[in-house]
């Protein structure tokens, strides 16, 4: 059997919130920002995510394993009629697990629950350095239309 | 007097929604989203948005003229400690307004509004053909970091 066919998507709990963390952490592109392994100000973050219902957080679960992520943030605006569209934030997959598909499988779900919603449209930001992740989006429809552009403060 | 002195910032009421979908219809790069121009619909995005405690939209007010806008979210992740964003979207100024600094007191306006809620980060996506935006939004500190992606459902 492969990958594809054991893992679930669902719906993160609050326990899953230390390998959530964990597969932030690997994923990133600057580590820098992980120095502080307190997990209190993560679950500050999670407890007002499930307060919110225009945020949604999907795992990867492949026998009680938590090998992807993606956040997903419901907006609605002025623009297009007013359109609702869904912001994807945090998609991880585990290193152990990449180039199997799950990836892909993650991503249709959440063009899935986008769909549902009633969203007209998914967007997301991808640092310039993952060329191998755009290339996965566009494989997926999406189309690299716009500069992303980002502001620390 | 220049409109910089006597411009104000300030919330968006629901009386503003006709000026608000005439600046984004003025400013769009597709103008075929704008072909139904029944406003019902953008009323109804409005009423949502009224509700959503981490949704905001602010117009540039001069002399009682909607001149521009801009509407931010305000989203939680898992990544960075649990780091609370603010992402931007709409960011319109009046045709016969622009090059004449209200853009950066808008954008200024946003950046003091997202650190008030405690946010770590800005992030907006640009259209990649907006690159005279691109450079405005550099030289107000932003990094041109990241692919911005769409899917249209």
Request: charged share 25%; with cysteine; proline share 3%.
């Amino acid at each position: 059997m492969s990958v594809k066919d054991d893992v679930v998507v669902r719906v993160a709990q609050r326990r899953d919130v230390p390998d959530m963390v964990a597969l932030v952490r690997e994923g990133s592109l600057t580590p820098e920002a992980y120095a502080d392994t307190s997990l209190d100000p993560v679950y500050d973050a999670w407890d007002e995510l499930m307060l919110d219902p225009n945020a949604e957080t999907l795992v990867l679960d492949l026998d009680g394993r938590v090998v992807g992520m993606a956040q997903l943030n419901y907006m609605r605006h002025l623009s297009r009629g007013g359109m609702r569209r869904c912001h994807i934030e945090n998609v991880f997959i585990a290193s152990a697990f990449r180039s199997q598909g799950l990836g892909a499988i993650l991503i249709e779900n959440c063009l899935d629950m986008a769909r549902a919603r009633g969203c007209g449209l998914v967007q997301l930001l991808s640092d310039s350095r993952r060329t191998d992740a755009h290339r996965f989006y566009q494989r997926l429809g999406f189309q690299a239309s716009h500069q992303g552009m980002k502001l620390y403060l």
